[in-house]
Antibody
Framework: EVQLVESGGDLEQPGGSLRLSCEAS????????MNWVRQIPGKGLEWVSH????????YYADSVQGRFIISRDNTRNSLYLQMNSLRAEDTAVYYC???????????????????WGQGTMVTVSS | EIVMTQSPVTLSVSPGEGATLSCRAS??????LAWYQQKPGQAPRLLIY???SRATGIPGRFSGSGSGTEFTLSISSLQSEDFAVYYC?????????FGQGTKVEIK
């Protein structure tokens, strides 16, 4: 069964740091690009960050650029999000999502998010 | 940034009736458009990708259409399990962006 399981969410003070993890199983992790998406409870979805299958290419939302770092360890089938300089507005459920189902050109893939984890809650408050 | 705008915000439908949800992009996204369904307390689930292709296991009553800037998700004969929030998302440009969602509720 294809599965993504997030962990690492917690209550953290403003200015603090957290590291989220997403463990993948049931598919060849190194074949897929991955993403983090967050959702403030009761609100909509916000894409946070992307990493290519090799880990060489990353993208970030402006709201987290310079504070968050996405990474992956293909030997451990794991995706990570290092969250630094946390702010109250970072409070949300964080989902990892697999990129698949779409199309690729010679230089880039354009894919939807076909598998999602159950999410992990991050609360930033003093 | 490509802004995705969904309408209506809320759609009240009786079970067995059909529903049509709209999504507009602020610039062309070609057919790089997905629809997701989210129920309370659950992660989003991919319904449609490539504007019109159903994901694995998605019932035939869900269909997507459109290209460029105008997209539609149609649900024929709503079942009880279809009452949820639906999001469109473009994956043509960075940052990837979602619409604000359409809540389909029981009338």
């Amino acid at each position: 069964e294809v599965q993504l399981v997030e962990s690492g969410g917690d209550l953290e003070q403003p200015g603090g740091s957290l590291r989220l993890s997403c463990e993948a199983s049931g598919f060849i992790f190194s074949h897929n690009e991955m993403n983090w998406v967050r959702q403030i409870p009761g609100k909509g979805l916000e894409w946070v960050s992307h990493i290519s299958s090799s880990g060489q290419t990353t993208y970030y939302a402006d709201s987290v650029q310079g504070r968050f770092i996405i990474s992956r360890d293909n030997t451990r089938n794991s995706l990570y999000l290092q969250m630094n300089s946390l702010r109250a507005e970072d409070t949300a459920v964080y989902y990892c999502a697999r990129g698949a189902l779409g199309h690729c050109t010679s230089s880039m893939c354009y894919v939807s998010f076909d598998v999602w984890g159950q999410g992990t809650m991050v609360t930033v408050s003093s | 940034e490509i802004v995705m705008t969904q309408s209506p915000v809320t759609l009240s439908v009786s079970p067995g009736e059909g529903a049509t949800l709209s999504c507009r992009a602020s610039q062309s996204v070609s057919s790089d458009l997905a629809w997701y369904q989210q129920k309370p307390g659950q992660a989003p689930r991919l319904l449609i990708y490539g504007a019109s292709s159903r994901a694995t296991g998605i019932p035939g009553r869900f269909s997507g259409s459109g290209s460029g800037t105008e997209f539609t998700l149609s649900i024929s004969s709503l079942q009880s399990e279809d009452f949820a929030v639906y999001y469109c998302q473009q994956y043509n440009g960075w940052p990837r962006t979602f619409g604000q969602g359409t809540k389909v509720e029981i009338k």
